[in-house]
């Protein structure tokens, strides 16, 4: 009878001594890495951390949503800011000079009035010198006059308008006038003149070496010598006309 080997699989570890098991469990103890607990500054400098986070991200997710519900107020005030944009795109300043400009105010019956100019000058700091000025007043009584010329002054202070030059005067009723010169005290809707005017309107034609208009008392002052050719005259003098012919 012969002995047949035996083939089960052996454990090699099995076969190592007792000395040499131990040396490998010294080995592998020596290499494995001892974590120390931190030492009492970063302790403290982890418990600062966390304080400043319990405090810094609250704070910011609440300034977020602040952003976010805000932000439709913002977006309306710049669209109400546009048309003020675009219209100080439409001021240049050149040489000193104002190209388009435009003064609104009040007078002392709180009635709204508007200078505009081609170009304004600032002269000093009460005087304007304008070029192609037009003033737009509103009467008392709701009508509308509008006076334009080529040149003028105009006093800030005193709200004074001086005009020179090709000076129209145009009322929404209808009368139309026109001088060389006009002053126009703004401030109580007063417009006088001490040059030739020639008047015309649904009335007829006036011409006068002055005038005086107070839009606020309804007063018009025409200094003589004049002529006064009404309406009604003109269909007279036409009506004899034909009867004489």
Known sequence: ??????????????????????????????????????????LARRRMVLRWAKWVLPATALLLLSAIAIWPEVERLVSANQTTIRELSKVKIESGNLIGATYRGVDEH??????????????????????????????????????????????????????????????DDGLMMHTPIADVDVKRS??????????????????????????????????GPGRLILNDDRQNDATTGKKAS
Do not use: C
């Open 110 to 171: 709180d009635r709204p009035f508007m200078i505009t100019a081609d170009v304004v000058h600032q002269a000093t700091d009460s005087r304007l010198d304008l070029t192609d000025p037009v003033a737009d007043i509103l009467t008392q009584g709701g009508d509308w006059l509008m006076v334009r010329s080529e040149k003028g002054i105009y006093m800030q202070h005193a709200q004074i308008l001086d005009l020179t030059g090709e000076v129209t005067l145009y009322r």
């Open 190 to 223: 007063i417009i006088a003149s001490d040059s030739w005017v020639r008047a015309e309107g649904p009335f007829g034609v006036l011409d006068a070496q002055g005038f005086l208009l107070s839009q606020h008392e309804g007063i018009a002052q025409f200094r």
């Open 1 to 42: 009878m012969t002995n047949t080997p035996d083939k089960r699989p052996q454990r090699d570890d099995y076969a190592r001594s007792a000395a040499d098991n131990r040396q490998r469990r010294e080995h592998i103890a020596g290499a494995s890495i001892k974590r120390t607990p931190p030492d009492p500054v970063k």
